[in-house]
């Protein structure tokens, strides 16, 4: 059994080093013996018959537009369809909008996502930027946030988590990120899954049921070299807010 994480644009949306995502879902899973295959789907590449994982990564407007573009029509049609049937799937900035309805930039056409979450993203005229720590499922979230984009979600999507510090999707509503079945979205870059490894485990977990068809439970690892990481980093968090 391999499982198969489908980086999405990592050429071309990947400008805050999130590809440290990717190494931590390959290296827990090599931990356990497990076997994965990362394949890098770029503007016009087809997608692999089988994704488990997708990784979605930021970027900035210019590479957005084209992206947008890009996953009209049957590939972003598949991705849906392959979330619907359990696939997992991080997003992160502006892999987090487009997999919304659409992200609307300043003075421009809005760009359509592909409607995975019930979400719209606008350019705000604010930055936010700084470390970020959320309450959800997973317990303590940590990250850090560098993003004008404002989600809003849809009365019926559920958030990533709620804000202990930092702004969140939209500063106001004390919300971050987004979840549907097995996608997440959000805007904790730093990278996330290094620091908050109980969320990586979730995502190769579920991964791994999408390739083979039934639920896993997975190996306990030594976390103690990630603890001390998560814990400096919401010390650090919490210590600058």
Known sequence: MTVVIGWLYGATM?????RGNIIAL?????????????VTIGIGDPLPPRVDIYFFGGGQDQEQIAVSRDLQGAKGERIKADIEAGAAA???????????????PHDAEPLPGIS??????????????????????????VGFENHSGLTHLGTGLAPLGKV???????????????????????YLHGSVLPK??????????AGIEHAIGEP???????????AAAHASAVERAVRTR
């Open 116 to 141: 995975v979450f019930d979400a719209i993203s606008v350019a705000g005229s604010e930055r936010f930027i700084g470390n970020v720590v959320i309450d959800s499922e997973w317990g303590e979230l």
């Open 196 to 205: 908050n490894p109980r969320l990586t485990d979730w995502l190769l977990a």
């Open 164 to 186: 202990r510090v930092g702004r969140g999707n939209n500063g106001k509503d004390g919300q971050e990120g987004a979840r549907y079945r097995n996608a997440l979205g959000c």
């Open 26 to 38: 390959t290296q827990r899973a090599k931990w356990r013996g497990i076997d994965t295959e990362t």
């Open 14 to 18: 990947n400008i805050y080093g999130d």
């Open 216 to 226: 896993v439970e997975l190996a306990p690892l030594d976390d103690r070299i990630e």
């Open 90 to 104: 991080l997003t992160v900035c502006g892999g987090y909008q487009l997999f919304g309805h659409e992200y609307r």
